[in-house]
């Protein structure tokens, strides 16, 4: 199957390494991941703060660059929700119908991974093996627009080695929020520390979330703390095998991995092109 990596520009800037444990996931369960170069921003950040206007341009280009894509994957519950529930919003407002059919169209065909793994690809089981303490953190976005449910922890639940612990209170947000963290930071920093606690009573060696934003904002936190957790994504963890193993939890690369989706266009998956974790930003 064909599937188009959605990268986002947090990833793409901040975690190249979840990008890259995507497409190493994908292509071991025998897909092919193609990487539009002309991708950027979603939006996401301009509609939360009330331009809608200027989300526009990028909406459009977002429904253009992706319009022959089948398949759309994100490692980003926040970014999906962006695509599935604001861009046919955004587009009504504009009265454009043609933009409204895109957009419609494109939702309905955009997924976050563990939604593209578990109800598009029927898998639980994806070969993973992570031998260290594990809690989940579910991300607000993918809890609440997305409605995954439990679908990260079935994943999680079927990787070989891995020591799975609840996370107390899971469903209460971390307090990142995007801008909100920005603009209301006391608050903010009170969320987070409830989510820390929570996190470190469960005597974990790893926080996961399918959300990087979320897990910058706890592993910030964590680290600040030393409190010797590692904060990692569930790409990164799922893309993990005992022949090939994620660097150990609070491993940071100086420079990334050099796994890479094919291009678009690309003659032959030997050509000499690398899209690391994105082109956006």
């Not at 539009?36 to 200027?54: A, I, K, R, V, W």
């Amino acid at each position: 199957m064909r599937i188009a990596l959605f990268i986002t520009c947090f990833n793409d800037t901040l975690f190249p390494r979840t990008g890259q444990a995507v497409v190493t996931l994908l292509e071991r369960l025998g897909h092919e991941v193609v990487f539009p170069l002309e991708q950027t921003c979603c939006g996401q950040m301009h509609f939360n703060s009330g331009y809608h206007d200027e989300a526009l341009p990028l909406i459009g280009r977002f429904a253009r660059v992706f319009a022959e894509e089948e398949l759309i994957v994100s490692p980003s519950g926040s970014c999906v929700a962006m695509v599935r529930d604001h861009y046919p919003r955004v587009a009504r407002e504009t009265g454009d119908a043609s933009l409204v059919a895109q957009v419609d169209a494109l939702s309905r065909r955009t997924y976050e991974l563990s939604e593209l793994l578990v109800d598009v690809l029927g898998l639980e089981d994806v070969g993973a093996y992570y031998p260290h303490r594990v809690t989940y953190h579910p991300s607000c976005h993918a809890l609440r627009m997305l409605h995954v449910g439990d679908k990260p922890l079935r994943l999680l639940r079927a990787v070989r080695g891995i020591d799975l612990v609840e996370l107390p209170d899971a469903e209460q947000c971390c307090g990142f929020g995007g801008t909100f963290a920005i603009k209301n930071a006391d608050t903010s920093i009170a969320m987070l520390g409830d989510k820390l606690r929570a996190v470190r009573d469960t005597g974990a060696e790893v926080c996961t979330a399918a959300d990087n934003s979320c897990l910058m904002h706890i592993g910030g936190g964590l680290s600040r703390q030393r409190a010797g957790v590692g904060a990692v994504h569930l790409a990164e963890i799922l893309a993990s095998t005992e022949a090939e193993p994620a660097p150990p939890p609070g491993y940071e690369a100086a420079e990334p991995l050099g796994l890479r989706p094919r291009v678009r266009g690309e003659s032959s998956p030997g050509a000499p092109a690398r899209a690391q974790a994105g082109a956006g930003g």
